[in-house]
């Protein structure tokens, strides 16, 4: 398979706008005779569907979740980038395309980063119409704050509920137009298959997660904006009921998977405190702004903080990366933290933890303006450990947070399934090997509100499309195959849990395939995910029956995805034989400790085909051209 990925030629800066030009239109009134499916409702699914409902489009929108206000998207905290200058001090979308780059050490289609860049100047003029609440200086103005991997302060941002507060202005919209009658709703209703006939897809498989009813949904276009996969680690930041479960069924049936070693871990959540642990708690990357990151000088430390002079603390990202000092990018942040817990120099009972310190901001600014811009940040640290920040450092370390990798797509945000188009975090398309803070709702928003509405447009306007009947055997297969994986799961009756397993199987990922990685590692990781999956088949137990409300059975089929999953991301990270961004090999770095690449073999997506159980995936490479921003070895010195 050759991959194509649509950019366009010609300027950089031109090329969306020549693009947009370029596309096929679909009159106004045709486009109420067009049907569109989007799976999820966070900010790139909501967005979208709220944007194609009032195109004209015939919109369902799935979510598994109560309401969409409930999509992981409100959890982000931080802030939201745009390249809008209003700091004055040197921000432009080349110098936002340039920093996205060089943070995902140029391992991205630059011609995608770029108009991610132009797009978020739209995002803020968008949200803030909706009446999205940002931060204002005292007369008034939008104000920013700066995020990791940047120089410049361009984040905006809404105390640390961010997320929160733009997924109700996509919500607005949505309801909108479900009011208007434009968009379906369909909560509690999870994607189990696509559905693929001559080649393109043309609808889903879902089951009601209440009623256990199985149904299909026919559209002449799909679009998934499922998140990331995170939790294929067990322990992350995610919400529980994030899985990869959309876009692993999509790739299944023919959409490729790319470079999905590529997983970002956070520099600053809460330290594992159990055995029992169900998750991880983010603490925002804007504290970064004021807080100061250190450990002891000596290993074996445990005096508490404030019996540890000043003269016997390392500030070791201040001092390793004088330039960025704090704010370096979460890659390099989360490899620091891991190398002085490796020397035994890390705090708090496990020893793997380091402080984020405000006694130098709040002696500085003053605890109320402290307050004013992370109360609900530090409220929630005292709630979950029971320590005040505002007088004892913050203890964080590093978690799983984010996936660049996901399913392939071409500029125009296609799969290599034709119809099939995937936006968010569910695609690969971005970030690199490594995404900036404050990044992930930028490109939420940006593909949902403004590129995926124009080249969905596209593909109706160039294509035609018969009715898709019940009776069709490519839908009856893809029935056959969701009720055969159901039966089966419950008719193991094994003597484990689901939770057993997935604790079990994110323990293996994130020791061989987590933070570092090495070549015996990762083989040995793989070898240990077969033999756990052959006993997840003949041995997990899900309770209850398919006919009604059943969480655990819902958890196994993400589960059984996840084993898959972490497979794939095993062979991809040891078939990479470099480090670059959030993938660390260990025998591939410089003598400083940094990663390195190897451009000369490695500048390429690696994209994965599924060839069916038991039989290796096939790699297709995307070379990746760099015209504008050269590659170089990441200095944040």
Not at 32 to 56: M, N, P
Request: proline content about 4%; some cysteine; glycine content about 10%.
């Amino acid at each position: 398979m050759i991959l194509d990925s649509k950019a366009p030629t010609g300027p950089i800066d031109q090329a969306w706008e020549q693009a947009r030009f370029d596309f096929k239109l679909v009159n106004p009134a045709n486009k109420r005779k067009h049907s569109i499916i989007v799976v999820g409702s966070g900010l790139a699914g909501a967005s979208a569907s709220a944007t194609l409902g009032e195109l004209g489009y015939r919109v369902q929108c799935f979510c598994f979740q109560d309401s969409p206000r409930r999509a992981h998207s409100i959890a982000a905290q931080g802030g939201i980038n745009a390249a809008k200058n209003y700091q004055n001090d040197g921000d432009s979308v080349y110098r936002l395309f340039y920093d996205t780059v060089k943070g995902g050490d140029f391992r991205a289609r630059e011609a995608n980063v770029y108009r991610l860049a132009q797009m978020s100047v739209n995002i803020i003029d968008q949200c803030v119409a909706q009446g999205v609440p940002f931060a204002r200086e005292y007369g008034g103005a939008l104000t920013n704050r700066s995020f990791g991997g940047a120089q410049v302060s361009r984040t905006f941002y809404a105390r640390g509920q961010t997320g929160q507060q733009l997924l109700l202005g996509a919500y607005q919209a949505l309801e909108r137009q479900i009011h208007a009658g434009t968009v379906t709703m369909h909560p509690r209703t999870e994607m189990l298959d696509l559905i693929v006939i001559d080649g393109k897809a043309r609808g889903i498989v879902a089951r009601h997660l209440v009623t256990g009813v199985i149904t299909t949904h026919f559209a002449d276009a799909v679009i998934l904006g499922t998140g990331g996969y995170g939790n294929v680690y067990y322990l992350s930041t995610n919400a529980k009921g994030s899985n990869v479960t959309a876009i692993w069924r999509a790739h299944k049936r023919g959409a490729l998977f790319a470079n999905p070693c590529y997983t970002q871990i956070h520099p600053t959540c809460i330290p594992v405190s159990g055995d029992y642990q169900s998750k991880l708690t983010l603490m925002s990357e804007s504290l970064r702004n004021d807080g100061r990151i250190w450990v002891p000088l000596k290993a074996g430390d445990k005096r508490s903080p404030d019996q540890i002079p000043e003269a016997e603390r390392d500030y070791y990202l201040e001092r390793r990366y004088p330039s960025f000092g704090n704010l370096v990018p979460r890659d390099v942040a989360s490899r620091n933290a891991k190398a002085v817990c490796d020397e035994g120099r890390g705090v708090g009972e496990t020893g793997l933890g380091v402080y984020l310190d405000f006694t130098d901001a709040i002696r500085r600014l003053g605890e109320k303006t402290i307050r004013d811009r992370y109360d609900n940040l530090f409220d929630m640290y005292q709630r979950i450990t029971d320590e005040n920040p505002y007088k004892v450092p913050m203890r964080i370390y590093p978690a799983i947070h984010y996936t660049m990798g996901g399913l392939w797509v071409d500029y125009n945000l296609q799969s290599t399934i034709p119809g099939l188009f995937v936006i968010g975090e569910a695609n690969f398309s971005d970030h690199g090997a490594n995404r900036l803070g404050a990044s992930a709702l930028m490109q939420g928003l940006s593909d949902g509100y403004f590129v995926v509405p124009y080249t969905v447009g596209n593909y109706l306007a160039t294509n035609k499309f018969s009715a898709v009947l019940d009776t069709a055997p490519e839908v009856k297969q893809a029935v056959a195959c969701v009720k055969q994986t159901i039966e089966l799961l419950l008719s193991i009756k094994g003597k484990r849990t689901v939770d057993s397993f997935h604790r079990e199987l994110g323990k293996i990922v994130w020791d061989y395939c987590g933070m570092s990685r090495t070549a015996a590692g990762l083989e040995s990781a793989i070898g240990q995910i077969r033999a756990l999956q052959e006993e997840y088949w003949k041995n997990v137990n899900v309770p209850g029956s398919g006919d009604d409300l059943n969480q655990s059975l819902e958890k196994a089929g993400r589960v059984a995805d996840f084993f898959e999953l972490a497979e794939l991301m095993c062979i991809d990270a040891l078939n990479r034989n470099e480090s670059c961004g959030g993938h660390f090999r260990e025998e591939y770095q410089t003598p400083e400790g940094e990663a390195q690449r190897d451009d000369e073999h490695y500048s390429y997506v690696a994209a994965w085909d599924y060839r069916g159980p038991g039989n290796p995936p096939t790699l297709t490479k995307e070379p990746l051209e760099f015209h504008y921003v050269h590659p170089s070895q990441r200095s944040y010195k």
